[in-house]
């Protein structure tokens, strides 16, 4: 089994700035891919930004293209989340998942493992 904690989300302005971070515990951190997604009220979870097990390779949402910046420490079992300049439609609920494979997922059903969330509002 893989535990992920999720931190760092929160209350800030338009055009502010975040990071979250998803502690990993379990497993063997370095062969997972690893994801995060968000979900809106009334609204479907949608794939946010993804990283490959090693963090040579990334994707991101369109939405949070250039704006948004996934990395990851190997060493500490964490990934992060770089959010700046902030919309109030970024408004949702965070979370991080991870899946065994080599490469980047952006599809919520491939992954087996994911945290409990972390709010992130953003005022107007």
């Known amino acids: 089994q893989v535990q992920l904690v999720e931190s760092g989300g929160g209350l800030v302005q338009a055009g502010g700035s975040l990071r979250l971070s998803c502690a990993a515990s379990?497993?063997?951190?370095?062969?997972?891919?690893m994801g995060w997604f968000r979900q809106a009220p009334g609204k479907e979870r949608e794939f946010v930004a993804a990283?490959?097990?090693?963090?040579?390779?990334?994707h991101y949402a369109d939405s949070v293209k250039g704006r948004f910046t996934i990395s990851r420490d190997n060493a500490k079992n964490t990934v992060y989340l770089q959010m700046n300049s902030l919309k109030p439609e970024d408004t949702a609920v965070y979370y991080c998942?991870?899946?065994?494979?080599?490469?980047?997922?952006?599809?919520?059903?491939?992954?087996?493992?994911w945290g409990q969330g972390t709010q992130v509002t953003v005022s107007s």
């Open positions: 998942a991870g899946v065994n494979r080599l490469g980047v997922e952006i599809s919520a059903h491939e992954y087996d493992y």
């Open positions: 379990g497993r063997t951190f370095s062969n997972y891919a």
């Open positions: 990283i490959s097990p090693r963090g040579a390779t990334t």
